[in-house]
């Protein structure tokens, strides 16, 4: 007899299902009140006001003023016009970032960008935890420094960053700081005063919102460069006609996301600690990768030797659960993961890592049904492997 095929998605990290309540307020905004809301009329007015509704929903949510939220088409974009656009805009001042060696790849790639115009970047060290010292941003900075960017917490290994300490080193020297606070929005509270932000990102599809759309806080004052020229949209720093339903699922996503996180966090935190102490008792040559504590609800990572991470994906794949490698080879490429590397990790434990995410549609039973089969497949891929213990 067939048995009815289990599924657990584990990869939140990666993206979220939009949520009923987000997709429910979206939908009037397609075809109905489907006004561009720079027109002059009572149509127009309903999209406008819709979007306006949402910038207040994402300020209140990170504790910013409605005038400080600029819609991007996600937090690869609101990244790249945080880094760039103090670039350009503070040439004359300065030509030095600085920055970590684990932020996601799209602080990363504007920084080498960068470099090829001849800015100069600093990627900071970090522990073996993933954590940054406030300490050595502060001995990075020099005269020449413009622009301080350090993520809110890591995508990868789930670590996060004594943001307050570092935005204070900024400020004590009159640099701007950015943070990526895409994975932060909903896992713990961010609020960009008490973060010392001038400029934070968010993506509305990490916490249950739609994909394709994001925001880029930027505080009053502060001189950024336009990333899109066009129309007068986004106050004339970020022209283009509003993705009004996507703004507006956002907008909804991030209300819910932050009115529900002291009781989400709490129990998605309480099956993360299950699920690494199922695996660390089950799975013997196998490590925790990231902070023990300073550490996102929702994020699993663990190294197991002797094993390749895209053949625990494939496997997991077939058995229904979703989940998603520390390694990069998704490129093809056989490097590394930056972010385990940066921490140190040697590439046979750096090879075999697997991330798993959890999110509120997650419940226990997945959590169950990953440990029943987990050590079974890391067994078998050993069993399998040239490099298994006692073999090499
Ligand atoms: C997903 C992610 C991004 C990119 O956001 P998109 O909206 O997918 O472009 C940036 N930074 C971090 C930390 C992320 O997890």
Known sequence: MERRRRSAYMDHAATTPTRPEAVEAMLPYFSERFGNPSSL???????????????????????????????????TEADNWAVKGVAAALRGKGD?????????????????????????????????FGRVDPGTVEDAVTDRTILISVMAANNEIGTIQPVAAIGKVAHDHGILFHTDAVQAIGAFPVDVDGMGADLLALSAHKFGGPKGTGALYVRKGTRLETFMD???????RRAGTENVPGIVGLGRAIELAVAEMPRNSARIAAMRDRLIRGILDAVPDTRLNGHPTERLPNNVNVAFRYVEGESILLMLDALGVSASTGSACTSASLEPSHVLTACGLPPEHAHGSLRLTLGSGNTEDDVDYVLSVLPGVIERLRQMSPLGPGRA
């Open 230 to 236: 066009g129309g007068a949209q986004e106050r004339g």
């Open 41 to 75: 009329y009572a149509l127009a007015r309903e999209a406008k006001e819709a979007v306006e509704e949402a910038r207040g929903q994402v300020a209140a949510a990170i504790g910013a003023r409605p005038e400080e939220v600029y819609f991007t088409s996600g937090g």
């Open 96 to 128: 030095h970032i600085i920055t970590s060696a684990i932020e996601h790849h799209a602080v990363l790639h504007p920084c080498r960008a960068l470099e090829r115009k001849g800015y100069r970047v600093t990627y900071l060290p970090v522990d073996e």
